[in-house]
């Protein structure tokens, strides 16, 4: 069992920490976005708004099961002027970029959904639509070269 006051001492080291998130595979630095228990003996760790999502695309999400609760109750403190320009990517889009990129990238939406609840929703809905609209069309394009 932890203890809370355990889990805000340790926060103070954890820039220099990297971890795996389990949904994407991507090694981060530093604080764990969620640490989530699926059983009694394992956790995953997940890295961003988007890896919640389709982690719990198809599990059913428990509050209880998360182990970090404190950083998911706070609102972090965001640079609104980082935000101002944020854009939502396409897949197509976020397969090229860099690994710091990719990094910023993930950072810049979460502080826009923190933002922007709604919005950013909405704004993700008519994204994934669209790549799954891409998708479609690049898999009929396939299928007509034949
Ligand atoms: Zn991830």
């Not at 809370?4 to 991507?26: G, L, P, R």
């Not at 999400?61 to 939502?88: C, E, Q």
Request: charged share 25%; hydrophobic share 30%.
């Amino acid at each position: 069992m932890i203890k809370y006051s355990n889990i805000v001492k340790s926060d103070k080291n954890t820039a220099n920490i990297s971890y795996k998130c389990n949904i994407c595979n991507f090694t981060k630095n530093g604080e764990i976005w969620m640490k989530y228990n699926i059983n009694d003996k394992k956790h995953i760790n997940i890295c961003s708004y988007l890896c919640n999502n389709k982690y719990f695309e198809n599990n059913k999400f428990y509050l209880n099961k998360v182990i970090n609760k404190k950083d998911f109750d706070l609102i972090r403190p965001v640079n609104s002027a980082t935000n101002y320009n944020f854009k939502i990517l396409s897949i197509n889009e976020i397969e090229i970029l860099t690994d710091t990129e990719y990094i910023q990238y993930f950072t810049d939406l979460d502080d826009y959904i923190t933002l922007n609840p709604e919005r950013s929703r909405l704004q993700l809905d008519i994204q994934n639509e669209i790549d799954i609209q891409n998708e479609i069309d690049m898999n009929n394009n396939y299928i007509d070269d034949y």
